[in-house]
T-cell receptor, first 112, second 117 residues
Framework: KNQVEQSPQSLIILEGKNCTLQCNYTVSPFSNLRWYKQDTGRGPVSLTIMTFSENTKSNGRYTATLDADTKQSSLHITASQLSDSASYICVVSANTGNQFYFGTGTSLTVIP | DTEVTQTPKHLVMGMTNKKSLKCEQHMGHRAMYWYKQKAKKPPELMFVYSYEKLSINESVPSRFSPECPNSSLLNLHLHALQPEDSALYLC????????????????FGPGTRLTVL
């Protein structure tokens, strides 16, 4: 069964600290994995996308890693800011057409 | 143009009203999607259109009626909704499989916040 699981479900960190979010998947055949940031009441905005051959991808203070062997991905946020408070969703695409599998998301709260 | 637009941003309607949500993209994408998202939950797939034809209907009640008039537009017609249908409705699009340098990508609009009274 194609599934995407994220952890932790929620996270509270102090401004300026780093954090790492996890995503495990069983989607097959794998096409790519995407991390989205979603502010409350807004549409998801793409942070990174990685295909099978990519191990790491950075976008400013966001760095995503992918281990295709263990089917795990992480999103590392460096020097967090209050504006990083949002839900972070991991979405895995299957290589069988328009099939996208969503994780349940991690709710991140950055406090001053 | 590299974005998906949705109108309106907010919609409040009664249970007897008829309204429509609109989604538009000009990226040449040939797959378009409607999602429903409740608070603190991931988006739930409702419909998928591929090349202007309905390809997936996730057992959505008939009070939601999708329409794809052309490759750039996607509508969601609403009629006789229930209060539990209140949610954020997201539209997304993706290029045809095999394009976009091998990456099967999905682009989301900002959503329509729907409240049913």
């Amino acid at each position: 069964k194609n599934q995407v699981e994220q952890s932790p479900q929620s996270l509270i960190i102090l401004e300026g600290k780093n954090c790492t979010l996890q995503c495990n998947y069983t989607v097959s055949p794998f096409s790519n994995l995407r991390w989205y940031k979603q502010d409350t009441g807004r549409g998801p905005v793409s942070l990174t996308i990685m295909t099978f051959s990519e191990n790491t991808k950075s976008n400013g203070r966001y760095t995503a890693t992918l281990d295709a062997d263990t089917k795990q991905s992480s999103l590392h946020i460096t020097a967090s800011q209050l504006s990083d408070s949002a839900s972070y969703i991991c979405v895995v695409s299957a290589n069988t057409g328009n099939q996208f599998y969503f994780g349940t998301g991690t709710s991140l709260t950055v406090i001053p | 143009d590299t974005e998906v637009t949705q109108t309106p941003k907010h919609l409040v309607m009664g249970m007897t009203n008829k309204k429509s949500l609109k989604c538009e993209q000009h990226m040449g994408h040939r797959a378009m999607y409607w999602y429903k998202q409740k608070a603190k939950k991931p988006p739930e797939l409702m419909f998928v259109y591929s090349y202007e034809k309905l390809s997936i209907n996730e057992s959505v009640p008939s009070r939601f009626s999708p329409e794809c008039p052309n490759s750039s537009l996607l509508n969601l017609h609403l009629h006789a909704l229930q209060p539990e249908d209140s949610a954020l409705y997201l539209c997304a699009s993706s290029p045809p499989p095999g394009t976009s340098q091998g990456k099967n990508e999905q682009f989301f609009g900002p959503g329509t916040r729907l409240t049913v009274l």
